[in-house]
């Protein structure tokens, strides 16, 4: 049974007794390790020869000499010669000098684990068997890199940070993996109410959750006193997370909150999230560009239908976000510049939730339909050909 031991290699000097493939990839994780490098061999590599070239290690060229390890603090011994090999793990010996030894690790003093990290999480993984201890080593990274193994950092003395998530349409699986991360490492989240609140049941209960669902005519905050939360928490040395649904900086106000973050010196970053403006088209299987039907799309929001001449006679799919109430404008403006009354239509309520509703109609027939099919929001309004791309007997299949 070996005894587990994490060094640290700042200045101190470690010897590389070959520059093969083995000691090619040491020397770079020692170099990563700031370790002061010294390479031992008769014939260099590129690698090894680049990085001596940048003064970022010695290299020796020639054999290994008794005496070479003087001095040394730990030495990796991985050339192709055996009795080379033996004679320099007996020199470390009696030197009392750390030895890995490459062709023979369970002979010599020390040995290399399997190793990765995640972000500031190092990992390493030992047995008798390299081969299964990197298998291990790897299932063990994919779950901290998916935020399935986690332990939230303890709170430093530093200063506090905040960060926009966009956590994606409806269902919480749709959350990026970087921005579910973050999640769990906050102090304070503040949230939305679009955003997945199944998300909030996963967290530490002494995270601190404040609600700030904004919807037509009832703020719970209103945008100034969410920046004022976002500032004042930061401030407090606190991880704050801004959790949006969709993505921040899609009609989600995500840039004011950054300029207030800025303005306060505070540490702010922004992590994508899917658009509905995209994800909820998809999630009725309606693609927003289709070759032969649309070369691209415009995105608008529906809180307030300006002129859209240019928006119509572009010919491009028009997606509308958060326009339920004002539908009958915005068949209005559509109409008035030229779309046809027979123009496809398509209203997704809560997409990627079990209560997901599409309705499909036209510009001369919605408004009397969505009437009777109730619409409410959060729904997103599609407008183009592209609602009839895939045929209904498909479509079936796609959205299941």
């Known amino acids: 049974m070996t005894y587990p031991l994490h060094l640290h290699l700042v200045g101190k000097k470690v010897v590389v007794i070959g520059a093969g493939r083995v000691a090619t990839r040491r020397v770079l994780e020692l170099v990563k390790a700031n370790a002061l490098v010294t390479v031992i061999a008769p014939e260099i590599g590129s690698v090894i020869s680049g990085l001596a070239a940048e003064n970022k290690i010695d290299v020796i060229q020639r054999n290994y000499f008794v005496g070479d390890l003087l001095g040394s603090w730990l030495v990796h011994i991985a050339t192709n010669d055996a009795l080379t090999n033996e004679q320099v793990a007996k020199d470390a010996s009696e030197l009392h000098i750390w030895a890995i030894q490459a062709d023979n690790a369970l002979e010599t003093d020390a040995s290399t684990p399997a190793v990765g990290a995640v972000d500031d999480i190092a990992i390493s993984v030992t ?30 003395k530093e200063n506090g940070s905040v960060v926009l998530i966009g956590a994606g349409p409806g269902d919480p699986g749709l959350i990026t993996i970087r921005g579910y991360r973050a999640l769990l490492d906050a102090d304070v989240v503040v949230f939305d109410r679009l955003a997945p609140a199944v998300l909030l049941d996963n967290l530490h209960p002494d995270i601190e959750l404040i609600d700030a669902s904004k919807s037509p005519g009832n703020h719970v905050l209103t945008q100034n006193e969410i920046n004022d939360v976002l500032v004042s928490r930061a401030k407090e040395g606190l991880r704050v997370v801004r959790l949006k649904g969709g993505d921040p900086f ?11 973050c800025v303005q306060a010196d505070i540490q ?66 559509f109409t008035k510049h030229g779309a046809s009354q027979s123009t496809p239509i398509a209203i997704i309520e809560n997409a990627y939730l079990p209560e997901q509703k599409t309705l499909t109609s036209t510009l001369g027939d919605v408004v009397h ?32």
């Open 250 to 260: 899609v009609f989600g106000r995500g840039s004011e909150e950054v300029n207030a």
């Open 127 to 156: 047995s008798g068997d390299p081969g299964r201890s990197a298998a291990y080593k790897n299932q063990i990274i994919e779950q901290l890199s998916q935020g399935l193994l986690h332990e939230r950092p303890r709170r430093l």
């Open 268 to 333: 702010v970053e922004v992590i994508p999230g899917i658009s509905s403006s995209i994800a909820a088209p998809s999630a009725a299987g309606i693609p927003v560009t289709h070759r032969g039907l649309s070369t691209g799309f415009t995105v608008i929001s529906g809180h307030q239908i300006d002129d859209l001449k240019g928006v119509v006679t572009s010919g491009l799919t028009t997606v509308v976000l958060m326009g339920v109430a004002t539908l009958a404008n915005l068949v209005t403006e």
């Open 369 to 400: 339909d969505a009437h009777l099919a109730k619409v409410t929001n959060p729904a997103v309004i599609v407008i183009g050909e592209v609602v009839h791309a895939i045929s209904p007997e498909i479509l079936s299949e796609v959205t299941k």
